[in-house]
C-alpha cells in the first residue's frame, strides 16, 4: 500500500493558476500510474489526468485539455498537476490517486476502481 498526501490547492481568481503536489510513500513509486480526480459539490468524483509509470504517456479529460498539466518526479516520489487559466467550474476538492496494479497500461479514461490508494484531497476554489 501506498500513502499519499495532497497539497497546494487554496482561493484563486479565475484565469489564475495553482500547482497541486501529491507525495508517495510506503512502496515504488516508480512502477505505477497516478492520476488526478476531482470532486465538486453534489458531484461524483471524475477524472482529471493520469500519467504512466515512466511518465512519458498522459491522457487528460477533456474539460482541461490544453489548460492542465501533469507530470511526476521519480526521484522525489511527486506527482504534480500545474494548472493554468482556472474557472470557476474547476471548483473542487482535487485527489491525487495511484494505481493498484504496476506498470498498467494507461487509457484515456481510466476508471476510479484502477486506483488502490487515494490522497485525502486538497480544496481548489476559482472565484469568478
Known amino acids: 500500500q501506498v500513502q499519499l498526501v495532497d497539497s497546494g490547492g487554496g482561493l484563486v481568481q479565475a484565469g489564475g493558476s495553482l500547482r497541486l503536489s501529491c507525495a508517495a510513500s510506503?512502496?515504488?513509486?516508480?512502477?505505477?500510474?497516478m492520476g488526478w480526480f476531482r470532486q465538486a459539490p453534489g458531484k461524483e468524483r471524475e477524472f482529471v489526468a493520469v500519467i504512466n509509470w515512466t511518465g512519458r504517456t498522459t491522457y487528460y479529460a477533456d474539460s482541461v485539455k490544453g489548460r492542465f498539466t501533469i507530470s511526476r518526479d521519480n526521484a522525489k516520489n511527486t506527482v504534480y498537476l500545474q494548472m493554468n487559466s482556472l474557472k470557476p467550474e474547476d471548483t473542487a476538492v482535487y485527489y491525487c490517486a495511484a494505481d493498484s496494479r504496476p506498470w498498467r497500461t494507461v487509457v484515456t479514461t481510466p476508471s476510479l476502481s484502477d486506483f488502490g490508494s487515494w490522497g485525502q484531497g486538497t480544496q481548489v476554489t476559482v472565484s469568478s
Open positions: 510506503g512502496r515504488t513509486f516508480t512502477n505505477y500510474a
